[in-house]
């Protein structure tokens, strides 16, 4: 059975995932960890961080080829599910 919002990808896609947290802990690194188990061949070029104007967040946006919905949903699960990530779109 397909899901509808399945239909809106064609996979295997470019998929940018971005994750915001304090700066004061060592986030790139957690998100790059995380990312790893789900996606192995991760390259380095697929990371960008960008701190927020006063420097006290961090943004880091990491672009996957994913091959699944479900990969995608294991990711943001396993994300959020960590106290550093205030948020992950």
Do not use: W
Not at 47 to 69: C, D, E, L, M, Q
Request: charged share 25%; hydrophobic share 40%.
């Amino acid at each position: 059975m397909t899901n509808e919002s399945d239909e809106l990808f064609n996979f295997p896609c470019q998929f940018p995932i971005k994750i915001m947290g304090r700066s004061d802990c060592e986030l790139e690194t957690l998100v790059v960890e995380v990312v790893n188990r789900h996606v192995p061949d991760l390259s380095e070029n697929a990371v960008k961080t960008r701190p927020s104007g006063k420097g006290n967040f961090i943004s880091v946006t990491v672009t996957i080829t994913a091959t699944s919905r479900e990969q995608i949903d294991n990711i943001y699960l396993e994300l959020t599910a960590r106290e550093e990530v205030l948020m992950a779109l």
